[in-house]
């Protein structure tokens, strides 16, 4: 066993942290842009959203159980990876405000469609799942550190 | 040499030390191996469930090795046969509630699962570290 299979019950954990961090990032973005109404692209700022898929090398068999041939030792367990970061395009509010340099004919401006409270809902449970991941990790340091210390009586 | 020469089929070797308390020696540092094991693939997918906890349809995963390892025990207790076959097995857990976005990971199970886990590996380590130092003791009388 190589040390790379050995520490890699890390990597795991480490996906999911850098899941939940981009998941965080993208809140606070969705936040600080609640009031863009001008994008690269033309329009409002539309709101952000990022989408998780579980990364396995392995298909769920028959009773549940993993068909892949090694016996399901867990090597291949590769935590989550983000798919990629989608656009909502649902419309947001229009606010009356002829003066403003982005308002339409009739004097509307088209606000964005981040809503504040889904945001800090997000940026809520992003936190406990990262909290949750560092837990892990930390998890298997003290493990790996408990199984290395039976070498330490080998001279 | 000369122990040697005069035990020329060396049948009897080695003297004084009884044959199974030998293979009993080894089949504890065996068992307490693959428990090891098995906890370090638990702690796999554990991690790999609080990884996917914001994953929509993820289905919770966990791992199923000491009720087979009981069962395979039992059935050779009268046999002598000490190898252990037995190997840890990744299943997917049913009958668990879903949330609405088809996940069925309970952090806080998770957690439970997770610190529960550690302290069993320690428990396996620790027993371990004690054979070796019984071992130890046995070969070199310090």
């Given amino acids: 066993m190589s040390m790379n299979h050995m520490l890699s019950g890390m990597d795991i954990s480490a996906s999911g942290l850098t899941g939940e961090r981009l998941r965080m990032e993208v809140a606070a973005n969705n936040i600080a842009n609640q009031h863009s109404t001008r994008t690269a692209e033309g329009g409002p700022y539309q709101r952000q959203r990022v989408t998780f898929a579980a990364a396995m090398d392995q298909v769920i ?95 | 040499m000369a122990m040697f020469a005069e035990c020329s089929d060396c049948s009897d070797w080695p003297p004084l030390v009884d044959a199974d308390d030998m293979q009993s020696f080894n089949s504890q540092f065996d068992l307490l191996g693959r428990l090891i094991d098995a906890t370090e693939v638990r702690h796999r997918a554990i991690s790999n469930n609080i990884a996917n906890v914001n994953t929509p349809n993820y289905r919770r995963i966990d791992v199923e090795f000491e009720q087979q390892l009981a069962r395979e025990l039992s059935s050779q207790s009268n046999s002598d046969s000490t190898a252990i076959t037995t190997k840890p097995e990744i299943v997917q857990t049913s009958g668990l509630t879903a949330r609405a976005d088809g996940n069925n990971v309970d952090i806080d199970r998770e957690i439970g699962q997770l610190n529960k886990n550690a302290m069993l590996q320690q428990t396996y380590v620790q027993l371990l570290s004690t054979y070796l130092d019984q071992m130890r003791l046995a070969i070199t009388g310090q």
Wanted: charged share 20%.
């Fill in chain 1, 61 to 155: 068999g028959p009773g549940g159980r993993l068909t892949n041939g090694t016996g399901g030792s867990g090597q291949d367990l590769k935590g989550v990876t983000v798919v990629g970061v989608t656009s909502d395009t649902t419309p947001g509010q229009a606010l009356y405000d002829p003066g403003h340099p982005d308002a339409d004919a009739t004097g509307y401006v088209q606000q964005s469609n981040v809503n504040l409270s889904h945001e800090m809902v997000d940026l809520v449970t992003a936190s406990r799942a990262y909290e949750a991941n560092l837990k892990s990790l930390e998890t298997f340091r003290q493990m790996a550190e408990q199984a290395l210390a039976l070498l330490r009586g080998l001279r």
